[in-house]
């Protein structure tokens, strides 16, 4: 046991233990987002361009102030009454900045430039501690003491001047601490005592989920102050689902990244922090005011324009952590987010000043559009999620241990079923691929939200500047011309007026036609590719033919049509262990009798005698799946229709087999002479008649076809 007293600090190694988030910790992210309400409550009274930027100025020294707390606590460990002395100290500090900071807004920068010093110096001194009382990380200490310390001494500096001359003083200050991680002792430090990501993710995701959570705070606040009617609160339920996307767009896509290795890497993904957090606050003031957006009126420019910046800082934000991290469980590649994240950010910009030629609550429904589109992106790129115990809830267990364990096997699935994890992001699936596995429905939604997004823009490129186009008094009549020009109509009401306007129209026509050469070259490709109607019953039968235990399955032409020059290929899959106990996967090729077929119109009964070196001679037919993990047929043949190769795929699984069992015919012949094929009993089998009522292992004591020495038209 030790004393609570006094402890020695202890660096942290990455690796070495898990690090877990404090109480105190937590306590102490509850002073900054109390802080951050005070300075949102100040911009939402001066919500113009110099209010945004004195909100940004006091916004940074604040993340600044918590970003350090954080990576100190991050590299140290350390919970005696000093550290936590200390510790609620700087939270007076900060809790004085937030206190001063909508005086900041009104002119008054003192108190917030004597409280940031303070909060700052304590950060300083926490650095000295462990530098006078640990070996272990001293020239850390020293390096980032010192940083502290400086900005701290700018900071208290700038109380004793002029405000306008105390702003650029704070300035040089912050760029003292972000410009810190950029010089080369800092690099050298970071790799010397390597920061540990699992934690420091956790505590930007906790600062980030509390901010959010600042939003409906305020919405509820506002509602429960008013006690509004129905229609209130439905659009309070549309406000409180842009809070909602934005949470989905982090905590499912930012929070579960890795960031790849490579120089400054993490620094982009620390610095991106910053403006999504102030984003996130400036957010949460907008959606406040947007509760109360109307069908009648545009919305004021004013929250109009921030909620819009702040949703595309958001956007923008998270696209520059996309582009220094990974994701090992998504299907299409990373670039393809980060472009969508940047497309819609722009979009958010270009509506925010074309908003004026529409409702407010147009405006607002647009905005949510934009959000939303966002997750149903990262769902269709990531259906399956990633963290540290994604492995134990999908049972993922090698297939060794399962074997060695004697633990009982998980149901088939088909082999192409496969979670695909730690994909490198250039080689996973392209849009194109994307496209031409998926269904056609796939297709149409994708064409759909790329049609209505790009008329959107469009449509608010050419509400930009008023008389741009003629006959253009409101948002839906620019939203129906970019239509029209995007399909070449043209009906001749609406046309381009001024400059501008024809460089609108010369843009979307050149997009225009662009887009509908991939479209029509990607529905072409799709409707064309030849697909095949091969029918495999479902199941595979054991019985004796000719003499022979064999092996029999049939496939069937559904569509009726010249396939030429079929062929057929068997291959086994077996669980194997080597004599070093390593767990092998091994093919085997299965021989059919006949393995080409010249005209593949109607059924072909496929056989595969199992004796000599057949690869299912020595299976126990009582207990199949301990030994046979599929059975894998392929058929491929040239498709008189299409005029092209065809092929067809079909696993059995050792559920799949049925010993003692023949098929039923299923062809007849018709009184004109023609040829029946029943499909409706291409499953069915029989049981063959046996001189014991259980079957037996030994596949040379299998009970014999009675039919045997017949020849049925399916076999030719």
Known sequence: MRSRWFHVPLLHSHGALEKKVTWLELFYDLIFVAAFIQLGNGLSEHVDGTGVLVFCGVFVPLWTAWTGFTFFANRF??????????????????????????????????????????????????????????????????????????????????????????????????VTILGAPMHRRSRELAERYPIDFEHLGERYGLLTLIVLGESFVKVLSLLAAEGAGLDVYAQAAVVLLVTCGVWWVYFDDVAGAHVRKGPAKWVVWLYAHLPLQAAIVATGVALKKAVHFTWDEPAGAGYRWLLAGAVALVFFAVAM???????KSAELSDRARINVRWISGVLLLVLAPAGNLMSGGLFLALLTGVVITQVILDVAMAPFEENEHSEERLGARSLADRVQSG?????????????????????????????????????????????????????????????????????????????????????????????????????????????????????????????????????????????????????????????????????????????????????????????????????????????????????DWDAPEGQIIALIVTIMGHDGTYAQTIHARHTYYPEDFRVGHRFVDVISQLDDGRLQVDYGAFHDTTALPTDSTALPTDSTALPKDSTEGTVRPEEE
């Open 77 to 174: 460990t350390v919970d005696d009454i000093l550290h936590r002395v200390m510790v609620f100290l700087q939270m007076f500090a900060v809790g004085g900045m937030a206190l001063s900071a909508p005086e900041v807004l009104r002119g008054q920068h003192v108190p917030f430039a004597l409280a940031t010093a303070g909060a700052l110096f304590i950060i300083a001194l926490l650095h000295y501690r462990v530098h006078q009382q640990t070996e272990e990380g001293r020239d850390y200490c020293f390096f980032w003491g010192g940083v502290f310390l400086v900005s701290s001494i700018g900071w208290l500096a700038s109380a004793f001047v002029m405000a306008h001359i105390a702003y650029w003083i704070w300035a040089g200050a912050t």
């Open 321 to 327: 952590v996309d582009s220094v991290t990974e994701r």
């Open 407 to 619: 633990e009982a096997l998980p149901v088939r699935r088909d082999l192409t079923e496969s979670v695909r994890k730690g994909t490198p992001s250039a080689m996973r699936r392209d849009l194109y691929f994307y496209f031409m596995e998926g269904s056609w429905g796939r297709i149409f939604v994708a064409f759909l939200i790329v049609f209505l997004v790009t008329n959107i823009f469009f449509g608010a490129l050419y509400a930009l500047e008023p008389g741009a186009v003629a006959g253009v008094d409101t948002f839906g009549d620019a939203f129906f011309f970019s239509v029209q020009t995007m399909s070449t109509i043209g009906y001749g009401a609406l046309s381009p007026e001024t400059a501008y306007g024809n460089a609108v129209v010369t843009a979307e026509a050149a997009i225009g036609i662009i887009g509908v050469a991939i479209v029509t070259g990607l529905v072409f490709a799709k409707a064309s590719r030849a697909t095949s109607s091969v029918l495999f019953s479902n199941v595979v039968t054991i019985h004796t033919h000719h003499g022979k235990p064999t092996l029999s399955f049939r496939a069937g032409n559904a569509r009726g049509n010249e396939v030429v020059d079929a062929t057929v290929s068997i291959t086994l899959v077996k669980d194997v262990m080597t004599p070093e106990g390593l767990h092998l996967r091994k093919l085997f090729d299965v021989l059919p009798t006949r393995a080409r077929s010249p005209l593949f119109v109607l059924s072909w009964q496929i056989m595969h005698p199992i004796e000599g070196d057949s690869p299912l001679i020595d299976v």
